[in-house]
């Protein structure tokens, strides 16, 4: 298992919330590997990453995840790594998830909507029920290491939402760069960039042709 270090992010993410919004937030500012490495690379996934390369990243490492609190590394929970905790409305995530499942070829098939429905109803889905994952997050011993983001906030207010997620960090940008960023993040740009939506991916992975993976955005 990776070790935690307080200089790390983790983004923790619902099921089936962007997370490539504030994946390209936090590298938005690096622009030539956000254009140039895919973001599996550029902020791995903490669930899929053996611990060799994780312990391997140059500091401060960013990740993502979408683990509840009490399956962190043991290491988490004695650092002082900032989470940026990403929710949605569970209508949405429901939707979401069952198109994820019908491109991504190493889940279940998901049946038809109200079969699948009935699954992520009862949390017979990966992570389990969307109530309990969000409350397992609102955990009191995390204390001010955590930023909680709705997923509406970003299509509402995404210019407001970076400048939260860059104080939260610690972190300034020009006005130049913040306006680079913000163009970056629109979710039709990261649509059209093979570097975010994951259109780069094995078609024996992710099959785009059944349902892009950065569908509306809304």
Not at 78 to 93: C, E, G, L, M, Q
Not at 107 to 119: I, R, S, V
């Amino acid at each position: 298992m990776c070790s935690s270090v307080s200089s790390d992010l983790r983004v923790e993410i619902e099921q089936k919330v962007n997370g490539k919004w504030v994946k390209a937030i936090q590298k938005g500012y690096y622009f030539t590997p956000v254009q140039t490495i895919p973001n599996w690379e550029r902020v791995p996934w903490l669930e899929a990453t053996p611990a060799l390369f994780v312990d391997k990243m140059s500091s401060p490492r960013a990740m993502v995840s979408h683990m509840p609190y009490h399956l962190m590394p043991s290491s988490f929970f004695s650092s002082k790594a900032k989470i940026i905790y990403i929710t949605r409305d569970p209508r949405d995530v429901l939707v979401s998830s069952f198109h994820f499942h019908r491109m991504a070829n190493f889940l279940d098939n998901p049946g038809t909507f109200e079969e699948f429905a009935a699954k992520f109803l009862a949390g017979k889905v990966f992570y389990g029920k969307w109530a309990d994952h969000v409350k397992s997050w609102r955990n009191p011993d995390i204390g001010d290491r955590i930023l909680y983001i709705k997923y509406e906030e970003m299509i509402q207010d995404l210019r407001g939402v970076i400048e939260r997620i860059l104080c939260f960090l610690g972190r300034q940008l020009s006005e130049d760069a913040l306006d680079r960023v913000y163009e970056h993040c629109q979710f039709k740009s990261m649509k059209h960039n093979k570097m975010s939506n994951y259109s780069l991916a094995p078609e024996n992975f992710m099959d785009s042709s059944k349902s892009p993976f950065l569908r509306k955005g809304r």
